[in-house]
């Protein structure tokens, strides 16, 4: 059986390159595809140092630093990827991989890490905070996105079969493409965490500082309760933004190696998570490490972290994205937090383990090639 995965961009590691590092352990053998791959030499383990076969955006002007400013070629530049040969393709999607070109006789899978955000739900958000809601720029940014959706749903007809990182991406793919899709949480490593028995008097939040992160949230939530400390992991855009909210018990460390930041984990009172994510691997890490988590009660947060009312809790929530109610979540927390055990939040991140990943994944793909035999008679 001849496979294929195709990726959306390889830029970095990050949440969707780490589902695409299990599915190789799954299938060392398959090829790999993607409209660009700046992954230096270097930095390939998690790629079982395989090549990607990449688009002619790879080949465009800056494409490796404004791969982005391609997107209305991406479209085009994804169905010119020639897959005939393979017998299953399995596309790791939030952008436009699930558009490749596949026949009758391919069997196609997709996981789903989101449709494309920018595009459809989120569109005003994205919009707003990239400065393009009014204007020449702004109208032109709307009639591609425009473009853009109905080419999402017309692709969406070359999947056989759809899987989603969560409940709230299941949920999502129903809402644009009408399809049902099962529901496989994406891998956390979190046999790399250890439990940290003992908390210290500060708050914990990492992240990269980009406006949905909303980082600039909790630094100006904390800044109004100077007994409360506050650490703050990552660098980004928002970085100057941020800092400039802080006041002198929040501290910003910006980027930290892994070390450094398991061990802040490890020793924090609580981990505070203020975006609304389609999963969120860092909330399941600090559980990994015996810590609870604040975090704001949309999207895949609801699926990782078990609230007060759960007989074993790991967190608490708080309903919406402003100063004030986080406050009062933290103020829940402070009044209920010997009910969350460090060992609880352990258990329930082991729910969410690479090991279990590749499991489901596994029982998922050899179940459709067994509807797919059964279906076409073509064994594969």
């Known amino acids: 059986m001849k496979t294929a995965f195709i990726h959306d961009w390889l830029v970095t590691y990050a949440g969707a390159e780490r589902v695409l590092e299990q599915m190789l352990k799954i299938f060392p053998d398959a090829d790999l595809y993607s409209v660009v791959d ?98 020449l720029k702004g109208w032109t940014a709307k009639v591609l996105l425009h473009y853009l959706r109905m080419w999402d ?69 904390f800044s109004q309760r100077p007994d409360k400390n506050l650490i703050v992991i990552g660098d980004g855009p928002d970085f100057n933004k941020v800092k400039a909210k802080a006041k002198s018990n929040v501290t910003l460390l910006g980027y930290q190696p892994f070390d450094q930041l398991k061990d802040y984990m490890q020793r924090a009172k609580a981990f505070v998570f203020a975006a609304e994510e389609d999963f969120g691997i860092t909330p399941v890490e600090a559980q990994a490490c015996g810590t609870p988590v604040i975090a704001f009660g949309r999207g895949g947060a609801l699926e990782t972290i078990r609230g ?40 329930n991140a082991q729910h969410f383990s690479s090991e279990r990943f590749r499991q489901e994944f596994s029982e998922y793909v050899e179940h459709e090639l067994n509807l797919f035999r059964d279906r076409t008679g073509i064994i594969i």
Request: net charge positive; charged share 25%.
């Open 38 to 135: 700046f992954i230096p030499y270097n930095q390939r383990s998690f790629l079982q140092e395989k090549l990607s076969q990449t688009s002619f955006i790879q080949k465009l002007p800056f494409a490796k630093k404004k791969y982005r400013s391609y997107l209305p070629l991406m479209p085009l530049a994804v169905e010119q990827l020639d897959l005939s040969a393979y017998d299953l393709i399995i596309s790791n999607s939030h952008a436009v991989a699930k558009g490749v070109i596949t026949g009758p006789d391919q069997l196609h899978l997709s996981y789903v890490n989101s449709p494309m955000r920018y595009a459809w739900d989120l569109q005003h958000q994205y919009l707003q905070e990239a400065k393009l809601n009014r204007g």
């Open 308 to 347: 007060l009312d759960n007989p074993s809790p790991t967190g608490v929530f708080f309903r919406q994205q402003t100063v004030e109610s986080l406050l009062s979540a933290v103020d829940l927390f402070e009044r209920e937090r010997d009910k969350i055990k460090p060992q609880a939040c352990r258990e």
């Open 153 to 221: 749903i017309r692709t969406a007809n070359g999947v056989d079969s759809f899987t989603a990182n969560s409940c709230f991406i299941s949920r999502r793919i129903w809402k644009v493409y009408h399809r049902e899709a099962k529901v496989i949480y994406p891998p956390v490593a979190v046999d790399e965490f250890d439990v940290g028995e003992y908390k210290e008097d500060f708050y914990l939040t990492i992240s990269r500082m980009v406006p949905y992160k909303k980082m600039d949230l909790i630094v100006e939530a």
